[in-house]
């Protein structure tokens, strides 16, 4: 077992360029490296329609003495050019990998285009326009693009590289976990090229155990590890490096990384990389093997997070009368802060401080918390009404909008329950593979407060786990109005 993280400082070195051991530098901006594809789209496009313009004009002004309709060159060159960079997508030309290739293909380049002009030259047929864009336009314009595109994406190239050495364009932050020998074979450089990846950390896994019945405690050790890395360093992945000749390895690989929210991803060992660098495959896009994905997709968290805020600020606006009168009752009720502040584990086990109004005459954050039950006389007067209309969660509408909670999730519980129940359900830890949330799925089916038994904790879980593994925009709304119901109904809340 070992952490090269000497490794890792020389591999940064190739990605980073002389950002590595500058210190006394200033920092310069960076790009994500998806922009390069949208950046070689976007010439592209202006490639095609200024081609447009320009064929279909000079054709005119030797035939005709006359240049007219520019407008019209204009919108079948955007038409064109929509054509185009569908079937590049499609291809595969856009992505990272391919746009840096050495094998650049300016062949596919063109076929590809010249199909896109026969559709035009159809389209023209059908929609009879030969008035204004005769065969001679149309011959014009496409020459003139089969031209300028293989040379833009030549002058591309040349620049996306050199933005490259320069460190500017960084990939999906990754902590890398393999054998000795595929992470030999990997360097920085590589990783950012081919799978858009910049490495934060790497560890290198041991000789697999003999069985192969069940990983080895080295093994263990490392994976853990490389999800605790993951945590601190703010990973959006952790790749796997190892050979696909160990399918039972990768398998164990892989049911313990399900304790991690975060995507797994598996690159291809040596033997396929080797095959794929045959020039038959040059165009393809290097591939990575998706062996557990997280439990949202980019989009549907992008989704949620704005609809969290958007719902945050609302309630906020609508609430905001409630929210201070509270505050003046509980200063006016009982000694003490109006807010009562608590340390929680949030999305991937990170800990934050949720916020609640001081319902108590205690503030238990420590190794000992006592839940609330019936009756409790640690609540005050005040407390006890504001806890029956779950006005004391309001406060968590400030979590949410800073980013440590969500208006639905998982409810987030003091961290010595967190170890407790952790210890006794194998499926708890699968909670934190969300934000939590000021109200759940659990919540609006009845367990809600108290768990005074084991099993009613078991079956919060289980409630939890079904909502991360159905969420949708639709399901948020309807546990948002079914909280609605359950507030009024004040079940099980003291």
Request: aromatic share 8%.
């Amino acid at each position: 077992m070992s952490n090269s993280s000497g490794e890792l400082a020389s591999n940064e070195t190739i990605v980073l360029s002389d950002s590595v051991g500058s210190a006394s530098r200033t920092p310069r901006l960076r790009f994500p490296h998806a922009v390069a594809g949208y950046f070689c789209a976007a010439v592209d496009l202006l490639v095609i329609i200024a081609s447009s313009i320009l064929g279909c004009s000079i054709y005119q002004a030797f035939s005709s003495l006359v240049v007219s309709r520019l407008d019209a060159f204009a919108l079948s060159g955007s038409i064109a050019a929509i054509l185009y960079l569908w079937m590049a997508h499609a291809a595969g030309f856009y992505q990272f990998s391919s746009i840096v290739s050495s094998h650049t293909g300016y062949r596919k380049i063109i076929i590809r285009w010249l199909v896109v002009g026969l559709l035009l030259a159809v389209l023209a047929f059908l929609l009879k326009v030969g008035a204004i864009f005769s065969r001679g336009s149309i011959l014009s314009f496409v020459a003139l693009a089969a031209t300028l595109l293989p040379v833009a994406r030549w002058a591309v190239t040349r620049a996306i590289k050199g933005v490259v050495s320069e460190g500017l364009l960084v990939g999906r932050r990754a902590v890398l976990v393999g054998s000795q020998d595929e992470l030999a074979a990997l360097d920085g450089e590589q990783l950012l090229r081919h799978f858009g990846l910049s490495e934060i950390d790497r560890l290198t896994l041991p000789s697999p155990s003999l069985s192969m019945m069940q990983l080895n405690r080295s093994e263990l050790s490392v994976l853990n590890l490389a999800m605790e890395s993951a945590r601190q360093k703010g990973a959006e992945e952790i790749v796997l490096a190892v050979s696909w000749s160990e399918p039972r390895r990768l398998e164990l690989v892989r049911e313990r990384m399900r304790a991690s929210p975060l995507p797994v991803q598996l690159l291809p060992d040596q033997i396929v990389r080797d095959l794929t660098r045959n020039l038959t495959f040059a165009w393809q896009p290097n591939f990575a093997i998706e062996i557990k994905r997280g439990p949202l997709s980019r989009v549907e968290q992008f989704l949620k997070r704005g609809f969290d805020v958007v719902g945050a600020l609302v309630l906020l606006l609508l609430l905001w009368p409630p929210l201070l009168i509270a505050a003046i009752a509980i200063k006016l009720d009982s000694a003490g802060p109006v807010l009562f502040r608590q340390r929680r584990n949030g999305f991937n086990v990170r800990p934050f401080r949720i916020l609640k109004f001081r319902t108590m005459t205690v503030a238990e954050d420590a190794d000992k918390v006592v839940q609330a039950t019936r009756f409790d006389r640690r609540v005050t007067r005040v407390g006890r009404h504001l806890r029956r209309l779950s006005v004391d969660e309001l406060p968590q509408l400030f979590n949410v909008l800073k980013g440590d909670m969500s208006l639905v999730g998982p409810r987030p519980h003091a961290l010595v329950h967190d170890i407790q129940y952790g210890e006794v359900l194998s499926d708890y830890a699968f909670r934190h593979h969300v934000k939590p949330g000021i109200t759940g799925w659990a919540q609006v089916n009845g367990f809600r407060g108290e768990t005074r038994q084991l099993e009613q904790m078991q079956r919060r879980v289980e409630l939890d786990l079904w909502y991360i593994n159905n969420w949708s925009l639709l399901l948020d709304l309807k546990i948002l109005f079914r909280t609605s119901i359950e507030v009024a109904s004040a079940r099980n809340a003291y």
